[in-house]
């Protein structure tokens, strides 16, 4: 049964409190790193435009958003936000935002995003367009639909795709209006820290997602394994700047090394924590995520 729980019951002191609940910030790196990778790599390549930059982060952050919105309504429905989850509060399964307010600004934002975006179709042409469309039915697709991603294994590929891919590989085109096979490897970082912060979220919530028939990847797989790809996917994230320089991009880009220590940590606050701890690893999954990508595109600008 979904959590009911009373508004009054929760500390929540404001109706701007239930929205950044539902907002999920804490996650909001998966949105805002790639385009700032994407950003640095059109900069050094000498094609950096701030405001098609700009209008691409608002986008990037609008569909996280969305996505996020739109989980809560699918999961709600489902039954799989339950009084056992040890997560943050869902709002829309607390009761403390409707579905149907829910649903009407996940609608909203989407448009607004699409209406922005026309923005970047001008600037770059038709594929972006085509990648603003499969952005928007994957916030959609992720949790609804007859067959929601989330719940079959496959959210994690979807994630690493969108949220590394198309997202640094998106952000670079609108700018320069060209792709190459170095941006794409770029991409690989974004990517793999996007996943790691899904694979937190699901570790967390393996025992709630199984009883509902949320099979997500470490459902399927259990928390050994994902706690394993968790440490293979930080290694591969670590190895792209060394890539890069292999094709001619500046050394400094090993100024991501830098947050090595904090990578270290959180693969030890991994194997450590349980149930609510994991809340701790999934904030500083984003941290990490956020300070590897500022000093790698800090390093793409160091010529």
């Known amino acids: 049964m979904p959590l009911k729980t009373t508004e009054t019951s929760l500390p929540l002191p404001s109706s701007l409190g239930a ?22 790599l059109a900069a050094a390549a000498g094609k950096f435009y701030w405001l098609t930059a ?28 339950t009084a056992e989850r040890v997560g943050p509060v869902r709002t829309v399964a607390a009761g403390i935002i409707s579905e149907k307010t829910m649903i009407q600004v996940s609608i909203a934002l989407l448009g607004g995003v699409f209406l922005l975006g026309l923005y970047l179709v001008y600037a770059a042409g038709w594929p972006i367009f085509l990648i603003g469309i499969l952005s928007i039915l994957f916030a959609w697709a992720y949790t ?56 937190v979220n699901n570790i967390r919530d393996i025992a709630t997602d199984r009883k509902v028939g949320k099979m997500t990847l470490p459902a399927r797989i259990g928390g050994k394994w994902a706690r ?47 149930g609510k701890e994991l809340n701790n690893v999934l904030a500083g999954t984003g941290k990490l995520m956020t300070l590897y990508g500022i000093l790698f595109a800090s390093g793409l600008l160091i010529l």
Do not use: H
Not at 68 to 81: L, M, Q, T
Not at 229 to 240: K, M
């Open 144 to 199: 609804g639909g007859p067959y929601p991603i989330a719940y079959s294994g496959l959210g994690d590929v979807f994630v690493f795709i969108f949220f590394g891919l198309v997202a640094v590989g998106g952000t670079y085109y609108v700018q320069a209006l060209n792709l190459s096979v170095p941006v794409l490897i770029a991409a690989v970082a974004p990517g793999c820290f996007s996943v790691n912060i899904l694979l």
């Open 228 to 274: 394993r790809l968790y440490i293979v996917l930080t290694v591969i994230a670590y190895a792209v700047p060394c890539i890069l320089i292999l094709n001619g991009y500046s050394t400094w880009t090993l100024l991501s090394f830098l947050s090595l220590p904090l990578a270290f940590r959180m693969i030890k606050l991994l194997y450590t924590s349980e």
């Open 19 to 40: 929205w950044m609940l539902a907002i999920r910030p804490k996650t909001l790196p998966a949105g805002a790193v790639p385009v700032i990778l994407g950003s640095a």
């Open 54 to 81: 700009l209008i691409a982060l608002v986008c990037a952050l609008g569909i996280q958003v969305a996505t996020n919105f739109i989980n809560e309504i699918y999961d709600f429905r489902k039954g799989a936000d």
